[in-house]
């Protein structure tokens, strides 16, 4: 069984940087893409970074371009997203997850989840 483990949320101030890590189990690491997802209260789900098992390339909703970097450690089992110059409006449960599909991912349909962190950007 798959699952993964997001940790590294918390809050911090507008204008600063946090990294969020999602280490993954159960499965074979480097065969899936890997994304992140945030929701905040009362909006829908929102897809913010993609990246596929080789790290060849990444995508980047337009609203963390420049800001957010999404990378993986295959050797670790483990996805991260790095995120700069924070933003109130960044604030939101952030969740990881694994597809061995990119299209699924990219379209909010991978098949594993994590349970989410809570990012907090205060103004």
């Known amino acids: 069984q798959v699952q993964l483990v997001e940790s590294g949320g918390g809050l911090v101030q507008a204008g600063g940087s946090l990294r969020v890590s999602c280490a993954v189990s159960?499965?074979?690491?480097?065969?899936?893409?890997m994304g992140w997802f945030r929701q905040a209260p009362g909006k829908d789900r929102q897809l913010v970074a993609v990246i596929p098992w080789d790290s060849s390339f990444a995508y980047y909703a337009d609203s963390v371009k420049g800001r957010f970097t999404i990378s993986r450690d295959n050797a670790k089992n483990t996805a991260y997203l790095q995120m700069n110059t924070l933003k109130p409006e960044d604030t939101a449960v952030y969740y990881c997850?694994?597809?061995?599909?990119?299209?699924?991912?990219?379209?909010?349909?991978?098949?594993?989840w994590g349970q989410g962190t809570q990012v907090t950007v205060s103004s």
């Open positions: 159960g499965g074979t690491f480097s065969r899936y893409t």
């Open positions: 997850a694994a597809d061995l599909k990119y299209s699924d991912v990219r379209t909010g349909s991978p098949n594993y």
